[in-house]
Structure formats: structure tokens, C-alpha cells
């Protein structure tokens, strides 16, 4: 990696962290609705469906983790692999981003297939879901991921029966690559004392609540209909058995004395769920519903403002300009 590459990363002029992955259902434009139900008082915080990290960087650049214990936690090996680099080889990851970034000006969509054919599947594969042991592999995998998501098709992650990534390169004239200021700032959120990074499916994050975290849950949405099923965030989906399993573990969450909120879409499998099972009522779980703007979806009518659940435990401060209290159902 030389200087020059190097100097192709433009910082950002703000020093909030962002996401740093596109991500199906990030929830960048829900953060406004989110901020009026995170909790005056919690102990830890806990995220089992972290994706592109919204709302941890949300709540770090807000303070409220300030001496707080964070567990983040996704099942997809590729997404937490990438955060273990940024936090452990943010220097690492930022050269070889740079590399592809400069690459990718010259060669744009042919060096794309390039690096997602002949280096991103293969390292993939010869590593396994654990990753690479070592700091350099590991910081140019992630870096691999990062350049992919930033130029695919539409941010999305998508698997092929195979395991192999597979999304098509997308059309953008000159797409944000490399965000060093951006790394940097999200490096040093994962890297405070008592964030920890899990790889695993969320029964046994959510297992480990305890009366006074705050847990924030945001699974693959039931569709709203039959053909807007988008379950291909892991090879293997998240299907309606998967959405009775958390809401059996997010009603076990508030017996047991957790701040739980959870987002999801406004499918009828998510009204009768919640909305209709008397022991997710009697646990104190409320549905609330609130104005949402998909950022990632194929078609771009898929892309308006669409109704979705927020359902939690806790009582939300009012809406800006809303003169009664928060409106459930
Ligand atoms: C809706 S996305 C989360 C988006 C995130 N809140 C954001 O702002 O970007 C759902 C996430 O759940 C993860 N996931 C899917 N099935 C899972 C499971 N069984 N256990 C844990 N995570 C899972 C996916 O890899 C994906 O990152």
C-alpha cells in the first residue's frame, strides 16, 4: 500500500460514525421514531440483528453508551467478521480499500466480477465462517465486503444456493468507496472497553438478557405479502417458525425485567404475533406504528413510505409536535 493510495480516501467532514455498509432494512431513516423509545435508564445494551449497526452508532454518537457494556451480535460470519477488522485493523482495512477503490476507477465493473469471482468467494470459502486468524487477511476480506457493497446492485447481500455472494454489479458513475474518517470513527466505537462482537443466531444473545438492558431487535420483516419476501440475508432465511421463536424469547425478555424494543414490518403474521397474544400484552409489550422509509428494495416502488411496527416495553417520549400520547394499536 503506497501514500499515494492511500490519500484516494476522502475524509468526512463530520465526526458522527455512520454505517458503514448498505444494508437491507438499516435503520438510518428510522432513527427519528427509534430515538423516542430508547430508555431514560439502562444497564447494557444488547443488538442480536446488528446488520449495518444503526442504532449502536446511533446511541454512540448520541452518549448513551458512556460506560455501558454493549453486545452486537448478527449470524451472518461475513457482516461480523468485517466489524472485527474495522475495530481491530481499521489501518489495514482502510490501505486495502484504497487499493480496490483506485481499481475499481480504472476498471470499474469488469475488476467488480474480478474481485467477488476470483478473490472475495474463493477467500471465503478457504476460511470458513470463523475468518482469517490473521490481521491482514482478515482487513482485506472485510475490505473485499465494504468495496462490494458499496458497488454492487442496490447494497444488497445476497447468497447463492452455493453460499457464494452473488450480487450484480450495480450502476453508479462514481460510488463512495473508501470513507477512512468514517472507518476510523466506527473503528473506535467497537473498539471502547465492553463492546463485544458475537457471531451467532439470536436465541443465545437474547439467553443472556437481564433485568435493565436495553435490547434492540430488528429481525428480516415478515412480508406484508406473498411476494415481498426478502429472507436472503443468510442462506438459510428467516421464516414464519423464526418470527414465533422470537416472539416467544422478546416476551421471555420483558418477564424477565428487559427494555425491549423491536421493529418490524406490519405483515398480519407480526399483528397476530404480538398485537393479539395475550401473554406478549401481559408482559407489557405495546405495538406501536410508525412511518417508515425503505432505503434498499429492488423496485423502486418499493422504496416509498410504508407503516411499520415498533414494539416495546417502553414508554415512548411524544412525537415532535404531537400534542397527545403516542398513538398504539
Ligand atoms: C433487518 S437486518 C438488521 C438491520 C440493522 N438493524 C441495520 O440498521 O442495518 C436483519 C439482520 O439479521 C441477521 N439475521 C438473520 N437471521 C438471523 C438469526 N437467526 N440470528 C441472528 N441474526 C440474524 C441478518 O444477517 C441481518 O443482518
Known sequence: MTASRARACVPAADAVARPILKWAGGK?????????????????????????????????NLGLLRGRRAMLADSNADIIGCYRAVRDAAAELVAALAALEVSHRRRGTAFYYEVRD???????????????????????????????????YNGLYRLNARGDFNV?????????????????????????????LVLGGFEGVLARGRPGDFVYIDPPYAPVSPTSRFTAYTAGGFGADDQVRLRDAVVD?????????????????????????????????????????????SRAAGRGPVMEYLITNVTPRPAPGARGPAETV
Open 28 to 60: 438510518r431513516q428510522l432513527l427519528p421514531e427509534l430515538r423516542r423509545f430508547y430508555p431514560a435508564r439502562f444497564d447494557r445494551y444488547i443488538e442480536p440483528f446488528l446488520g449495518s449497526a444503526a442504532v449502536f452508532l446511533d446511541l454512540h
Open 253 to 297: 425478555l420483558a418477564v424477565r425485567g428487559c427494555q425491549v424494543l423491536l421493529s418490524n414490518s406490519t405483515a398480519p403474521e407480526i399483528r397476530r404475533l404480538y398485537v393479539e397474544h395475550a401473554p406478549a400484552r401481559a408482559a407489557g409489550l405495546w405495538a406501536f406504528e410508525v412511518l417508515a422509509r425503505r432505503a434498499i428494495n
Open 168 to 196: 450484480p454489479a450495480g450502476r453508479y458513475a462514481a460510488p463512495r468507496i473508501c470513507d477512512e474518517a468514517n472507518i476510523r470513527l466506527v473503528s473506535a466505537a467497537l473498539h471502547r472497553r465492553g463492546v463485544s
Open 118 to 152: 476470483r478473490r472475495f468467494n474463493p477467500a471465503r470459502r478457504a476460511h470458513g465462517p470463523d475468518g482469517p486468524g490473521d490481521r491482514r487477511s482478515a482487513a482485506a476480506l472485510a475490505a473485499m465486503l465494504v468495496y462490494l457493497n458499496r458497488t454492487g
